[in-house]
Nanobody, 122 residues
Framework: QVQLVESGGGLVQAGGSLRLSCAASGRTFSTYAVGWFRQALGTEREFVAVVSRSGSSTYYADSVKGRFTISRDNVKSTIYLQMNSLRPEDTAVYYC???????????????WGQGTQVTVSS
């Protein structure tokens, strides 16, 4: 079992930056791949980025590649999403999720946080 809690969302102007955090509890956290997803109003939840158990492998959606960076600290049981050069279309609720095995498919994730709102003004 893994419990996930996101934080760090907020309101930022276009071109600005935010860093999201996902704090995990559970002794086996380091055995889980963790992904970030987002859901804008009226749309389906979509993949943003994922990091492997060790942190050595990362994958990104094309829409955020070069602007967002996912990382993890297994000592602190925390995953981060550094978001730079934010755009109004990045506005969404951002969720972290965990599963044993790396994938970009939303439906394959077993554990989800409650989400944190990110709003980018133009």
């Amino acid at each position: 079992q893994v419990q996930l809690v996101e934080s760090g969302g907020g309101l930022v102007q276009a071109g600005g930056s935010l860093r999201l955090s996902c704090a995990a509890s559970g002794r086996t956290f380091s055995t889980y791949a963790v992904g970030w997803f987002r859901q804008a109003l009226g749309t389906e939840r979509e993949f943003v980025a994922v990091v492997s158990r060790s942190g050595s492998s990362t994958y990104y959606a094309d829409s955020v590649k070069g602007r967002f960076t996912i990382s993890r600290d297994n000592v602190k049981s925390t995953i981060y999403l550094q978001m730079n050069s934010l755009r109004p279309e990045d506005t969404a609720v951002y969720y972290c999720a965990a599963r044993q095995g790396i994938t970009m498919r939303t439906k394959d994730y077993d554990y989800w946080g409650q989400g944190t709102q990110v709003t980018v003004s133009s």
